[in-house]
């Protein structure tokens, strides 16, 4: 037993006590240390516009039929030939100049209903291939009011003839999409066009049938926009153009064409639409003319695969 007890109580007492002070002093001063910063708050995100899922664009082939109610405001036709007569041993050329027809004034051609059809095959998302065909063929019967010339013959005032004008209306076209969005498009065309045109004429005594084909390069634009899903609206227009000298075979050929489509499903829908051609023509040898102008709605339908 030890001989200072106090002593050696009080040791241990200062022993204990500098030992929790140790234990202590660290846990102390981190409970007092402040809090690190709160790491700001993410910014909200930016609102996503949703995409829209349109109606009747996933196609290879596109396939289109319909009914043009064309109303025609100009269709002027001039055909001049040579007339050879031969009297005795003398041999005698004459060109008869045509007479530049009005066919809605003098042959009375009326408002008629063509069919057309109309192919477009995707190539790749952007690239398409076109092809359109409008067989338009007025026929009209009617009594002169005046004389009238056409192809090296003359048929006279009071005379009953009947006449007709055929155009075979087709065009083939290559399109790039340059513009895409998930609502439409905007792209442009390169294009080949016909202007096969053949106009006659027969009374009871005689008949003559003139025609020409003339071919003419084009460019164009088209653009489609979808409001609804299921609703496009789309307009087009083509210009072509064969440049010539006022003797030598020229001509243009302008189309404006605006539609929308109602597609019922991805692969049916219904068209309606309004179109324009206008076109003049100068075919040099034999001289040959003509001029029109041709408008109308139509009604169609329209298959996807």
Known sequence: MSK??????????????????????????????????????AAPAEPVAPVAVVVGEEYRVEFQLGAWFSMPSTVLYSDSEPVTTTSGSTTTTTTVNGTNIDYKKQLALKNQIFPEAHLTIRLLPRHKLRGDYIPI???QSTTLTSDVYFNGQTYLTGQAVDSTLHWNEWKLAYEFDALTSDRGYLGGMVAMSSLNVSGAMANSAQSGTASVNILMPGLGAIGRYYPAPKISLTGEFLYFDLPGSATSTHGHNMQIDAYATFNVNKHVGVQAGYRVFDTTHVFGSPLNTGSMTIGGPYLGGTAHF
Request: hydrophobic fraction near 50%; proline fraction near 17%; glycine fraction near 0%.
């Open 4 to 41: 200072h007890p106090l002593r050696s109580l009080y040791a241990i007492i200062l022993y204990s006590a500098f030992t929790l002070s140790i234990v202590l002093l660290p846990a102390r001063a981190r409970a007092q240390a402040p809090p690190p910063p709160a790491a700001p708050a």
């Open 137 to 139: 063929f007025y026929k």
